[in-house]
Nanobody, 125 residues
Framework: QVQLVESGGGLVQAGDSLRLSCAAS???????????MGWFRQLPGKERDFLAS???????YYQDSLNGRFTISRDAAKKLVFLQMTSLTPEDTAIYYC????????????????WGQGTQVTVSS
């Protein structure tokens, strides 16, 4: 059974930075062959949107609209994936989800096999 657990969300002010973490457990996440992991977010009343993915240690892919504000990284030995977010604005307020093991296009929600429960990020103005 694969489990993903996000942490690090909370209430911050506009302009702040925040780092989210995702802890993975289960046989599919062997540190010998780390799988692809990703981050999505869901704004209130909106669909879940792709943010970033990472394959291996440093093969990363980002949604263009982030303009370099977010950085995905991982600690494969500890089975952790991070999302470092900077210059946050109220428009970044959303539930942020960790996802794992996609089959197909990373930007598609349906491509991902495993999901965390999400962590709320609220950015005040």
């Amino acid at each position: 059974q694969v489990q993903l657990v996000e942490s690090g969300g909370g209430l911050v002010q506009a302009g702040d930075s925040l780092r989210l973490s995702c802890a993975a457990s289960g046989d599919a996440f062997s540190p010998v062959s780390p799988p692809v992991m990703g981050w999505f977010r869901q704004l209130p009343g909106k669909e879940r949107d792709f943010l970033a993915s990472i394959a291996g240690i440093d093969h990363t892919y980002y949604q263009d609209s982030l303009n370099g504000r977010f950085t995905i990284s991982r600690d494969a030995a500890k089975k952790l994936v991070f999302l470092q977010m900077t210059s946050l604005t109220p428009e970044d307020t959303a539930i942020y989800y960790c996802a794992g093991a996609p089959i197909g296009e990373h930007i598609r929600v349906a491509s991902w096999a495993y999901w965390g429960q999400g962590t709320q990020v609220t950015v005040s103005s």
